[in-house]
């Protein structure tokens, strides 16, 4: 299967709806699953682009 690459603004996007999903009282496994993504994933992305926001993210 072929790798999807997401740009930073839809991977931002994704941790935002994972974070909404974790705030109304969802599961981390649960809440990636519903974005469509996995565990590893979503902490990668979170360590990398946690604290960025998108004027952060275009520089």
Do not use: P, Q
Request: net charge positive; aromatic share 6%.
């Amino acid at each position: 299967m072929a790798r999807k690459r997401c740009s930073d603004e839809d991977i931002l996007r994704l941790l935002r709806e994972i974070e909404l999903h974790l705030a109304s009282g969802i599961d981390v496994s649960t809440a990636c699953r519903k974005a469509g993504v996995s565990d590893a994933t979503y902490y990668n992305w979170r360590e990398n682009f946690g604290g960025m926001g998108r004027s952060k993210s275009r520089r």
